[in-house]
């Protein structure tokens, strides 16, 4: 049931949630659920490469060019509650203010599932950091003797891990696959915002291809012909196998 | 949804299939879905120690006091078919025939699910064995090429490992829990039945009381209050997150 | 030969020391040994889910009523020398000047064994902190050139690594049993000093029963009845098998 | 305490038990223990290649020669009791006749310790057979209901393997260090008995320095000069930390 | 230096080494190499799933499909050394005869490299038999004392592992990318021989796009627009950094 | 190719580039490459015991010494381009500035290959923060993003780890040999200058014998006496098997 869920995804960079969960997304909206995503960094350092390749580029243009394109893609997956914490990132360091606020926003937000990145990325340490600290958050947040004014205290959510680029050399296991075949087309529409990185489009593009054909292999449901994977945290706990 | 799905489960010897998975076949059965069980061996060699203490004891009179047994504890757990296929134990060695037989049981029988040993018992040769024979069988029994006169060809079906006795030492991670708080009595009830293994019985019923102690821990769910765990083969492929 | 051996425990917060080791310490006590607990933390934010839940909670009395349980824990083990560090928890967040108190500590206190936290703890950042925090004071305070005014190098020691509360999830493998059957009523008598955390009383009293359970199985050694685990850092060194 | 225990050495060639164990036979009949050393094969496909490159070697001729030089090690060690089952190597295969004569073996004998090869040796498909083999039969030994004329169920005994030729390749890690310093010029004698294989006797020669140097640093005992390492199959079980 | 190496591949199925390493075969190949791909089934009943659908099928005709197609995709790839073995697929059993076969064949081509199946195919049990059995008769061929008449003892060859379809879940990690960019219509054109699995030539066409993108971001060089990758059984040993 | 190759090795103590990679340094010199060696600390803390142990021992006559016999080593090395960054040790702490010093320095010698110290060490936490810093820093000054004055964006070069002193309890694995027999002399002569480190000379011309043996071995390439072995962070990337 998707209806009445809540999910918060946690994005290191501006595109990072589009291409590793943006069929997940528009189709828990799509479902009636409660998707909020946070975006650490705009990715002006560390995921700008082409637009640094432009005459005149500046921080400040990269950062105005990469929240048009998020904005616009968040915009066809029809996410609303988006927020931009506006950290620096390459690298992104984590402190104890930002640890604070990420306990009350999963406070606040009360989320069933969080998707952020996999424990590790072999050629992203900012991935890396942003795992550690979301999960650390989550189990905080969880405590009632952490005492943050105007909030209560979560029951432990699910945490779904995003696929890093490169899976195998990353350590990435799929634990979850969802199938994306309704909203595939958002999806891809939701990528080709983020002109600057074509080569990542169709990469993305061809995953979603790749990953229903693992879909309709492992389960033996012909009707999967998109998906998405992530990983697990945790096992799953429920009143039946799934 | 337990109502109308099929569970085929395969245990090594006459009481594996109690004490790691007991709970949920009978939850399943209880909520209206089809269990198979079937029991490769009586376990007189491997798994039969105290039997064999007793006076005057042979080969002939511990199978049928592990049938009788057996036959007890599915009653317990209302399970009517199961399915003795004796064979040896320990080692339990599985040949070509015993491979057909079961691809053709897969088949028959069609599950959704399988559940069976996990892939790494350090303590128990056979159960390794018998992952190893299930899994290939199941995957055998998915292909068309392979002709089996009055079979058909089944689709993957999910499949899950048994708890071994000692877990961190055979490398089981749960990838699911199941929640057996409405069935535990029975559960507990059909383990009594195994008389000549009674440390066992402790250890299975505080092993329930531990995976829900987890089940809680890791889902927020308070209702949980038994549980048995299970390895995954395969990672959730579903519509959803769960 | 346990007599005249030294043992310190360094624990995250004030009831880990009880819950995972307090068998062995008390063992180690009883048998003529020396032994010193560190307790870094009172685990007044991460650790007392239940005090809080009483009306009128606040840090100071949250503190009061950890310190009169865990002393009173202690005085049941026999435990004279114990000391609180009392760090703030959760996050717990190790800095230089903690790192060189450690290094002291080791050094004035030369002991032949540490028993802290193992390396990961899914649900538990703490102690994930801790392992990392006591390790790396092992090695630098067996150094030479690390002078610190009034300490002696010390000679590498053994480390063993507490048992994490889900263990496969945690990645816990048991490399060391040590029999508690003699001392199994102590470690049950400190258990109940921690009233507020009444689930763990029974989910520690069973992992005794399950440990030496495992203890005899492995060993063949009947007398083992009840067991405490731990992993190991380094291998065993000896001039014999073992 | 080595006095008065048994161990068993499990060797699938000639030289196996020598190059990797040599030190500890030395040591344990030294003190006291009773060593039993069964070779499964004379090595004479597999581990004689400098043999067949002499003029007219033929498999007798070649068997011979390794029989009078593992005979002649065998007694610089002073280790009387050693059995040829004289099987074919490269490949070695196992089968049921082969299973019952170790079992009833490891009955007969019943050993404290088992020393037999790892689990994994990259580049020896003969020694990964030998562990598997070992292992289950020893799992088998103890098991009442396995009832073999003129034997006695065992209990569990702790079992040990060898260091691989290329350990991290093989994934091997020590699990027991044993300080062979006091009779370690009887291993180097052994060692050399082995004329075909020179290089090998420099290799072992260094790796019992080597292996002392890991030794004293994982357990600042300076008295450790050579030693030789093991991986453990179970954990240590005590009554105490080791 | 292609030129003047010798390539072995041994293929479990008729297909496998198209999909997996047709491109290193063309250019290898192309490249002025000897290529010899050994077929062992025709995968008539693991790897023919279509053509069982096809009114009217039978192993003889599904054997002959296989044939054709194969024959028609090493004609493109300008491969003339393919050898097929013929024997029966799911499962393929191993027995010495083939053992033997295997080993002679490995001295009389005397390949610098074996390309083969990886060690674990979560979903194909027929592969990791191959893995196997290649490299142990890879090992075997070394040894001078296997004497075979008129075959000459090899030297330890580089031993590479073919992609399993679902990778991670296979524990797949590359460890060799080869750029197929120059040959990369080649082995489209092969894999379209295989015209009852449409979904495979898209699923590794993709592929090759994808590994050329991981080729590009690992070595920096943007040439490569489409590779192949393979596991490695043995760490690169040459006289400089690869 | 060696010549007009660059290579960067960065070391966290003032003999770790000596003992781990003096044969692959002499022999790029050798081979008409440019090699730079970054020394972060001299070790007066962590690796300086022996000199600790001299009466009057200060940290400036210690650092003074192992400047001293570092560059004498260096010297023999031919190794022109060698820098002393002179930071504390044990604990080396890793902070901003010397990130973006370490981005600097590859952007400016915009090296081939990074050789420095391997993921893990069980036994020193230097070398753990040394390869973190390392790998950060060299994914950092690959993106165009990230802007230093007077610097240009490099591409990804291969980086490659040190041996740490106990392989296996680290989890070292070779991933490349490199064949040093030519240079082999020099790499021995160089050890000689840390006279007060003499059981290390010894060690790790031990170590060099023993990658000889396993070159060998693996390669079947008979000229490779001497070797050092290397773990790889990336696979390797080529236009052929390597």
Redesign the interface.
């Known amino acids: 049931?998707?209806a009445g869920k809540k999910?918060l995804v946690v994005s290191a960079h501006a595109a990072d949630y589009v291409w590793r969960s943006g069929g997940?997304i528009a189709?828990?909206i799509q479902?009636g659920a409660e998707v909020c995503v946070v975006v650490l960094t705009f990715g002006?350092?560390?995921?700008?490469?082409d637009?640094?390749?432009q005459a005149g580029a500046t921080?400040d243009k990269?950062k105005s060019i990469r929240k048009e394109e998020t904005l616009a893609a968040a915009d066809i997956l029809q996410l609303k509650d988006i927020e931009f914490w506006d950290y620096d990132d390459?690298?992104l360091?984590i402190d104890?203010m930002m640890?604070e606020r990420m306990v009350k926003k999963i406070r606040d937000f009360a989320p069933d599932?969080i998707?952020t990145h996999d424990k590790y990325d072999?050629?992203?340490?900012d991935h890396n950091a942003v795992c550690d600290f979301v999960?650390?958050c989550s189990?905080?947040s969880?405590?009632?003797?952490?005492?943050i004014e105007g909030t209560r205290t979560?029951?432990?959510?699910?945490i779904?891990g995003f696929e890093p680029?490169?899976?195998?050399?990353s350590h990435?296991?799929?634990?979850?696959?969802?199938?994306i075949t309704d909203v595939y087309d958002k999806k891809v529409a939701a990528m080709k915002c983020f002109k600057a990185q074509s080569?990542l489009i169709?990469?993305y593009t061809?995953r979603a291809?790749?990953r229903g054909?693992?879909?309709r292999?492992?389960?033996?449901?012909q009707n999967?012909k998109y998906?998405e994977?992530?990983s697990?945290?945790?096992?799953?706990?429920?009143?039946?196998?799934?």
């Open positions: 049931m998707i999910l997940t189709k828990y479902g002006v350092r560390g995921e700008s490469n637009l640094w390749k921080a990269v390459y690298p360091v104890r640890e599932y998707i072999v050629l992203n340490p999960f650390r189990v905080i969880n405590s009632n003797g952490v005492c979560t029951k432990q959510m699910q779904f680029h490169q899976t195998e050399l990435y296991v799929p634990g979850q696959f969802v199938d080569h169709e990469y061809q291809f790749m054909n693992h879909a292999r492992l389960s033996g449901c999967y998906a994977s992530f697990r945290v945790f096992p799953v706990v429920a009143s039946e196998l799934l």
